[in-house]
C-alpha cells in the first residue's frame, strides 16, 4: 500500500475483558458537523474520555448537563486500547490518537516492529481495518471526520474519509529536500506542521491544501511558540505568541493565510510551551497546563474565550496535572497526580473523583483521551 490507498481485508481485534461497568445505552448517531477542535497528537498522549466538538458559530452554544464520567470512556495508554464495552487490546507499539465516530473508532497509531504510522478503523464488534500505511508520523482526522492529512517521505498528503471507510485521495504536495516537520494539527483546510527536538515541537508551518502546493515559511513564524486548535467558529487558529521584551508567551489568535500572524492576543496570563489545549464542545473554554502561582507545578488553567481578549486572564485553575477531556460543555475529567482520574466544572462546584474501574493508573502510564467527530 503507498499510504494514501485504503485496504479492503478486515480482521478483528484480539480483545480481553477488563474489569469496567457496563456501559450506558449508546447515543443515537448524529451527522457530522462542526469545525472544532483536533489537537494532533504525536506527543499528546493523556486519557480520553469523549470529548465533543461542535461548532460555535457566534453566541455560545446552550450548554448541555453534565453526563455521567464513568460511562462510555474511549482511553488509550500507551499500545492499548481501552474500549467502553470493557475490552481492551494492544494495537501495536504506540497509538498516537483516537477519534470516535458514530460508526466507530478512528486510532492513529505506530506498528509493532515499525518505524511507520497507520490509520485503522475500529468498528463496534471490533472489526480492524488499515485505511493509511507508511505514514512518517500520525494520521490527524478534521473534526467534520471528512479528511485526513498525513506526511510520507518527500510529501504531504490530505484524502477524503467515505462513510464506508473508503480513502480518496484529494491533494498532495512535495516537501522540499532538508525540510523537516510534521503535521501536528489538521482543521480540515489547514495542515499545521511541527518540528523541534527532544523538548518537543517548537517551530510552526501552515500549508493549505485547497491554495496549491506547500511552500516552507518556517522563517515567518517564529513569533509562534505554541499551537492548541482551531478557533471556535472561525477558519484562524489559537495558540501562543512570544511577548516582545519577556520570556513569557501570549494567548494568541492566529491567521494561517498569513504566516500565522497575531490577529488578537491576550498577554498576562501564564502559559506552558507544551502545545497542550483542549477546547470544550461549546468552543467556549480552553484549558492548558499553567504553572501553579505559588509552587510553579504545572496545574490547569482555563480561559474564556468569549472575554480573554478583553479581559485577560484565568477564568478558574484546576489542581489537574493536565488538561484532560471535556465531558461536556462545562466538566472536564482528567488526571489529579493521585493514580485517578477526576471531573472539574467551570462554576467552581469542587472535584470529584471518577470511579470507573480498570482504567490504566495514570501515574503508572502515560494516558490519552480520545476526540469525538460528528
Same mark, same amino acid.
Given at each position: 500500500?503507498?499510504?494514501?490507498?485504503?485496504?479492503?481485508?478486515?480482521?478483528?481485534?484480539?480483545?480481553?475483558?477488563?474489569?469496567?461497568?457496563?456501559?450506558?445505552?449508546? #447515543?443515537?448517531?448524529?451527522?457530522?458537523?462542526?469545525?472544532?477542535?483536533?489537537?494532533?497528537?504525536?506527543?499528546?498522549?493523556?486519557?480520553?474520555?469523549?470529548?465533543?466538538?461542535?461548532?460555535?458559530?457566534?453566541?455560545?452554544?446552550?450548554?448541555?448537563?453534565?453526563?455521567?464520567?464513568?460511562? %462510555?470512556?474511549?482511553?488509550?495508554?500507551?499500545?492499548?486500547?481501552?474500549?467502553?464495552?470493557?475490552?481492551?487490546?494492544?494495537?501495536?507499539?504506540?497509538?498516537?490518537?483516537?477519534?470516535?465516530?458514530?460508526?466507530?473508532?478512528?486510532?492513529?497509531?505506530?506498528?509493532?516492529?515499525?518505524?511507520?504510522?497507520?490509520?485503522?478503523?475500529?468498528?463496534? %464488534?471490533?472489526?480492524?481495518?488499515?485505511?493509511?500505511?507508511?505514514? *512518517?508520523?500520525?494520521?490527524?482526522?478534521?473534526?467534520?471526520?471528512? +479528511?485526513?492529512?498525513?506526511?510520507?517521505?518527500?510529501?504531504?498528503?490530505?484524502?477524503?474519509?467515505?462513510?464506508?471507510?473508503? #480513502?480518496?485521495?484529494?491533494?498532495?504536495?512535495? #516537501?522540499?529536500?532538508?525540510? +523537516?516537520?510534521?503535521?501536528?494539527?489538521?482543521?480540515?483546510?489547514?495542515?499545521?506542521?511541527?518540528?523541534?527536538?527532544?523538548?518537543?515541537?517548537?517551530?510552526?508551518?501552515?500549508?493549505?491544501?485547497?491554495?496549491?502546493?506547500?511552500?516552507?515559511?518556517?522563517?515567518?513564524?517564529?513569533?509562534?511558540?505554541?499551537?492548541?486548535?482551531?478557533?471556535?467558529?472561525?477558519?484562524?487558529?489559537?495558540?501562543?505568541?512570544?511577548?516582545?521584551?519577556?520570556?513569557?508567551?501570549?494567548?494568541?489568535?492566529?491567521?494561517?493565510?498569513?504566516?500565522?500572524?497575531?490577529?488578537?492576543?491576550?498577554?498576562?496570563?501564564?502559559?506552558?510551551?507544551? %502545545?497542550?489545549?483542549?477546547?470544550?464542545?461549546?468552543?467556549?473554554?480552553?484549558?492548558?497546563?499553567?504553572?501553579?502561582?505559588?509552587?510553579?507545578?504545572?496545574?490547569?488553567?482555563?480561559?474564556?474565550?468569549?472575554?480573554?481578549?478583553?479581559?485577560?486572564?484565568?477564568?478558574?485553575?484546576?489542581?489537574?496535572?493536565?488538561?484532560?477531556?471535556?465531558?461536556?460543555?462545562?466538566?472536564?475529567?482528567?488526571?489529579?497526580?493521585?493514580?485517578?482520574?477526576?471531573?472539574?466544572?467551570?462554576?467552581?462546584?469542587?472535584? *470529584?473523583?471518577?470511579?470507573?474501574?480498570?482504567?490504566?493508573?495514570?501515574?503508572?502510564? +502515560?494516558?490519552?483521551?480520545?476526540? +469525538?467527530?460528528?
Amino acid at each position: 500500500m503507498t499510504g494514501q490507498d485504503a485496504r479492503t481485508t478486515d480482521r478483528v481485534l484480539d480483545l480481553g475483558v477488563i474489569g469496567v461497568d457496563p456501559p450506558s445505552p449508546t #447515543v443515537p448517531a448524529a451527522r457530522r458537523r462542526g469545525r472544532a477542535l483536533v489537537l494532533a497528537a504525536g506527543v499528546v498522549v493523556l486519557v480520553v474520555l469523549a470529548v465533543v466538538a461542535a461548532t460555535r458559530p457566534g453566541p455560545a452554544a446552550p450548554r448541555q448537563p453534565a453526563g455521567p464520567p464513568d460511562r %462510555n470512556l474511549t482511553v488509550f495508554a500507551d499500545d492499548r486500547l481501552y474500549l467502553p464495552d470493557g475490552t481492551q487490546s494492544s494495537m501495536g507499539k504506540r497509538i498516537d490518537a483516537v477519534y470516535e465516530t458514530p460508526d466507530g473508532l478512528l486510532v492513529s497509531y505506530e506498528p509493532a516492529g515499525d518505524s511507520w504510522h497507520e490509520l485503522a478503523f475500529v468498528s463496534p %464488534n471490533h472489526r480492524f481495518r488499515t485505511l493509511v500505511d507508511r505514514a *512518517t508520523g500520525p494520521v490527524l482526522v478534521a473534526p467534520d471526520g471528512q +479528511r485526513i492529512a498525513w506526511a510520507v517521505p518527500g510529501a504531504l498528503r490530505v484524502a477524503f474519509l467515505g462513510p464506508d471507510g473508503t #480513502v480518496r485521495p484529494d491533494r498532495s504536495t512535495p #516537501v522540499p529536500e532538508g525540510t +523537516r516537520g510534521t503535521p501536528v494539527l489538521f482543521t480540515g483546510s489547514a495542515v499545521v506542521l511541527g518540528r523541534g527536538s527532544g523538548s518537543g515541537v517548537t517551530e510552526f508551518d501552515v500549508w493549505l491544501p485547497d491554495r496549491g502546493d506547500y511552500l516552507p515559511s518556517w522563517t515567518g513564524t517564529t513569533h509562534v511558540t505554541g499551537m492548541y486548535s482551531q478557533y471556535p467558529g472561525s477558519f484562524d487558529l489559537i495558540g501562543a505568541v512570544g511577548q516582545p521584551g519577556s520570556d513569557e508567551s501570549c494567548l494568541a489568535r492566529l491567521d494561517p493565510e498569513e504566516n500565522l500572524r497575531p490577529v488578537r492576543t491576550a498577554c498576562g496570563v501564564p502559559l506552558m510551551r507544551d %502545545n497542550v489545549g483542549r477546547i470544550s464542545p461549546d468552543g467556549r473554554w480552553l484549558a492548558v497546563r499553567t504553572p501553579d502561582r505559588l509552587t510553579g507545578s504545572p496545574c490547569v488553567g482555563v480561559f474564556d474565550l468569549d472575554t480573554v481578549f478583553d479581559r485577560p486572564g484565568l477564568a478558574a485553575t484546576w489542581d489537574a496535572t493536565e488538561p484532560g477531556g471535556w465531558l461536556d460543555a462545562t466538566t472536564m475529567s482528567g488526571p489529579r497526580g493521585d493514580g485517578h482520574l477526576w471531573t472539574w466544572r467551570t462554576d467552581g462546584t469542587p472535584p *470529584t473523583r471518577v470511579g470507573t474501574p480498570g482504567l490504566p493508573d495514570p501515574d503508572a502510564v +502515560r494516558v490519552g483521551f480520545a476526540t +469525538r467527530l460528528w
